[in-house]
């Protein structure tokens, strides 16, 4: 299964940019998708995904800044970053889950520099 992330790159702190990750149609439709983040040295982590029941559940540190959104004409998921830190910088994941299955996306970094 190919989850396929784009819209990485490098911003001034401040600034924004938007994630955008395709799944197939029948991996779209079935499972929870979410973005995830991992810096150097650090964990893999939650940014923001969709529940089973269609809300959203975001991490602390990106509430208010961080938003997204599904377009489910175009099996698309995406990530809009705002006020984007020093902090935000890392490497991110598009990720589709259900059950105990997760499928990932190849990763897309942003950089964010002060």
């Known amino acids: 299964v190919q989850l396929q992330a784009s819209g990485g790159g490098l911003v001034q702190a401040g600034g924004s940019l938007r994630l955008s990750c395709t799944a197939p149609?029948?991996?779209?439709?079935?499972?929870?998708m979410g973005w995830y983040r991992q810096a150097p040295g650090k964990q893999r982590e939650l940014v923001a995904a969709?529940?089973?029941?269609?809300?959203?559940n975001y991490a602390e540190s990106v509430k208010g800044r961080f938003t997204i959104s599904r377009d489910n004409a175009k099996n698309t998921v995406y990530l809009q970053m705002n006020s984007l830190k020093p902090g935000d910088t890392a490497v991110y994941y598009c990720a589709a889950t259900r059950m105990m299955q997760t499928y990932w996306g190849q990763g897309t970094q942003v950089t964010v520099s002060s």
């Open positions: 969709f529940t089973s029941f269609g809300t959203t």
């Open positions: 149609g029948n991996i779209f439709s079935t499972h929870r």
